[in-house]
C-alpha cells in the first residue's frame, strides 16, 4: 500500500497510536520495533482495542483486511506525516538547539497564541517518532505549527526537517551534550546545522541569535532575522534574575518566572518570532509573564524547609556550567548545589565531570553533593554517592533547611525524587 492510499484511510481516521495500551476508537496503529519491543506483536490487540486499521512490517501479522503490510512501518508513518504536512501547507517553525529548545518552544508558543491557533510539540516528542505524531496532529484549523526537533546522533535533524519542512528556523544554542552519539563538538554543530541548510536550500527563514558567534557564522548566506542584547533587530537586556529572570524589551521590563540568566536568549527568541508574526507587544508581554515553566525546568519552588531551583531534566557540560554560574552570581546566602551525572558522554566524560568538580571548588557554596558513578570516580572532598537512592537514605537522617537549592542532572538521575524531602 502505497502513501497516497494510506493517506486517505488517515484523512477519514485522522487519528494515530504505536501504542497498543493507547487504542482510541477509529485510531490507526503503526507497529514499530525497536531494541527491547517489537509493536507487530501487538497489531492484533490494537483492533480489539478500538483501532480500525494497523500498519505492521512482518507479513505473518497482515490479514489484508484491517492490518496492513509495508516494508518499514516507521518509515511509513514518516510518509505519512511528510504528506499530511505538505497537503496543509500550514506554516512550520522548526526549533533545535543543544540547551533550551523545550523552553524556547514553549515561550515562542504561549507568544503565538494570543494570536494564532497554534499546534506545538508536547512533552519531548521531538526525535524521529515524536516529529511525525505531531504533525499528524495537525488541522484545517491550525494557524501555525512549531515543531521541536532533538538529535543524539549525526544526522538526525537532516533526517527530522525532511520530514518537517519548516518555513522557518531556530536554533536556540550549540553546546557539549551527546557527545558519545556525534563523536565530538564538531559534530554537534554539523548536526545541529543540518537545519540552517534546510533553510538555506529552501530560501526559508531564520531567526538568529546575533550574540552567539558559531550560530553567526552558521547562519551566513541565510535569509535571517537576528536577535541578542548587542546586535539584530530586536534587543534586550537583562534587568535582573535573582532568582527570577526580568528582561527589557522595547521600554516594556517583563518580569518572567524562569529562573536563571541564560533563559535571556529563549525570552528574546520568542519575542524576535513573536514580533515577526505581528503579535502586539502588550500581547508578547502578557504571554511571557504568565508562562509557568513544568517538568523539572528552570523552576522555582519555595517549600517549608527550603527555596529550590529545579533544572533536573537533563544536563550537559553546557547546560551545567550555565546554571552553576548564574546560581554562583545569586546573593542568596545558605546555597547547596546537588548534581548529578550527565550522560552520553562517552570519552569524554571523565575530563567533563572533573571540570564541573574543578569548577564547583572555586565557588563559596555551603555544600555540595554529587550523585551517580561518574561522579563518584572523581578525588574530590564533597560528598558523593552512588546514587539518588543513597542520596536520599543519607539525606532523611540529615535534613537540610533554611537553605537555596540548585538540583541539576541528567533526567535518568531521578533527582526529581529528592525534592519532596527538600
Not at 10 to 25: E, G, I, M
Not at 128 to 149: F, Q, S
Amino acid at each position: 500500500m502505497n502513501v497516497d492510499s494510506i493517506y486517505s484511510l488517515f484523512l477519514k481516521h485522522p487519528q494515530v497510536t504505536t501504542d497498543s495500551r493507547n487504542c482510541p476508537a477509529g485510531s490507526i496503529f503503526f507497529a514499530l520495533k525497536g531494541d527491547s519491543f517489537n509493536g507487530n506483536l501487538f497489531a492484533h490487540d490494537a483492533i480489539k482495542k478500538g483501532c480500525s486499521y494497523a500498519f505492521v512490517d512482518e507479513k505473518e501479522f497482515a490479514d489484508d483486511k484491517n492490518i496492513f503490510y509495508v516494508s518499514n512501518s516507521l518509515e511509513t508513518l514518516q510518509q505519512l506525516a511528510r504528506k499530511h504536512r505538505e497537503t496543509l501547507g500550514i506554516p512550520v517553525i522548526g526549533i533545535t538547539g543543544t540547551n533550551g529548545k523545550t523552553t524556547t518552544k514553549e515561550l515562542i508558543a504561549s507568544v503565538l497564541q494570543q494570536k494564532y491557533r497554534v499546534l506545538y510539540t508536547q512533552g519531548n516528542l521531538n526525535n524521529h517518532i515524536g516529529v511525525p505524531l505531531t504533525l499528524l496532529r495537525l488541522t484545517k484549523e491550525d494557524e501555525l505549527a512549531v515543531i521541536e526537533m532533538g538529535a543524539n546522533h549525526r544526522g538526525e535533524i537532516k533526517e527530522l526537517v525532511n520530514i518537517a519542512l519548516p518555513d522557518y528556523g531556530l536554533i536556540t544554542n550549540i553546546g557539549k551534550a551527546h557527545l558519545e552519539g556525534f563523536g565530538s563538538f564538531e559534530g554537534v554543530i554539523k548536526t545541529k546545522g543540518e537545519l540552517y541548510d534546510f533553510l538555506r536550500e529552501h530560501h526559508k527563514k531564520a531567526f538568529v541569535n546575533q550574540d552567539n558567534d558559531i550560530l553567526s557564522s552558521m547562519s551566513d548566506g541565510l535569509d535571517k532575522i537576528n536577535y541578542g542584547a548587542n546586535g539584530g533587530s530586536i534587543r534586550g537586556k537583562i534587568l535582573h534574575s535573582e532568582p527570577c529572570l526580568s528582561v527589557e524589551w522595547n521600554n516594556h521590563a517583563i518580569h518572567t518566572r524562569l529562573i536563571g540568566a541564560y533563559n535571556f536568549e529563549n525570552v528574546l527568541a520568542a519575542i524576535a518570532v513573536g514580533t515577526y508574526f505581528e503579535v502586539t507587544d502588550d500581547k508578547i508581554v502578557e504571554a511571557l509573564e504568565a508562562y509557568i515553566p513544568q517538568n523539572n525546568r528552570s523552576q522555582f519552588k519555595v517549600t517549608q524547609k527550603n527555596k529550590l531551583i529545579i533544572d533536573a531534566y537533563n544536563a550537559n557540560p553546557t547546560s551545567m556550567k550555565a546554571s552553576l554560574s548564574n546560581f554562583f552570581q545569586m546573593s542568596f546566602p545558605a546555597k547547596i548545589v546537588i548534581l548529578g551525572d550527565m550522560k552520553e558522554l562517552g570519552e569524554q566524560s571523565g575530563a567533563e565531570h572533573r571540570a564541573i568538580v574543578d569548577l564547583l571548588s572555586k565557588s563559596s557554596l555551603k555544600d555540595v553533593f554529587l550523585i551517580g558513578p561518574c561522579f563518584k570516580q572523581i578525588t574530590t572532598s564533597f560528598h558523593t554517592y552512588n546514587d539518588t537512592g543513597e542520596f536520599l537514605q543519607w539525606l532523611q537522617q540529615h535534613p537540610i533547611r533554611d537553605a537555596v537549592i540548585l538540583i541539576k542532572g541528567s533526567n535518568s538521575m531521578h533527582l526529581m525524587n529528592v525534592v519532596d524531602f527538600l
